[in-house]
């Protein structure tokens, strides 16, 4: 297989992940009981930081869009990667080894706070993108 179809797959699973973390992390409500007692909390504390009046769940949801945002741009490279190494595949692999890197912390991180969905989506995400350097070889003018 080619590093391009591990770099298109790298991509929409990681364009999967953003949609689904939005969905369910950021505009997701809370369940009832102690989730909702903890978010009610979040909302109710108002402090003052560098001038501004905020509360803790304006900093969970403004760092949730944020993540959004950085995968959605992943995907997009991860996207315009694969069309790269079509000609370019071993020149890409620093590249693409830094983002490997980076997805195999992120499970480690999400298997510490958070839960196993993510934690799947993110090791297969990895995958791809150590299929893609193992697959990449030089081009014929390299």
């Known amino acids: 297989m080619k590093p391009t179809l591990f770099l298109r797959i790298a991509s929409v699973l990681t364009f999967i992940h953003a ?3 939005t969905i369910g992390g950021v505009f997701g409500k809370p369940g009832p009981g102690a989730a909702a007692v903890a978010f009610a909390a ?3 504390n108002q402090f003052l930081v560098m001038g501004l009046t905020r509360t803790y769940a ?3 949801r403004g760092m949730g869009i944020a993540m959004t ?18 000609t370019h595949a071993a020149r890409l692999r620093p590249i693409v080894a830094t983002f490997a ?6 499970a480690v991180n999400s298997w510490c706070y958070f839960f196993q ?3 799947i989506v993110e090791v297969l995400i990895a995958l791809c993108l150590i299929l893609a350097i193992v697959t990449a ?3 014929p003018t390299a």
């Open 19 to 21: 949609v689904l973390h």
């Open 42 to 44: 979040m909302q109710a």
């Open 58 to 60: 304006e900093f969970y």
């Open 69 to 86: 945002i950085s995968m959605t741009a992943e995907a997009i490279v991860f996207w315009q990667l694969g069309s790269l190494a079509k």
């Open 101 to 106: 890197v980076a997805y195999l912390v992120i």
């Open 117 to 119: 969905a993510p934690v």
């Open 137 to 139: 070889k030089p081009s």
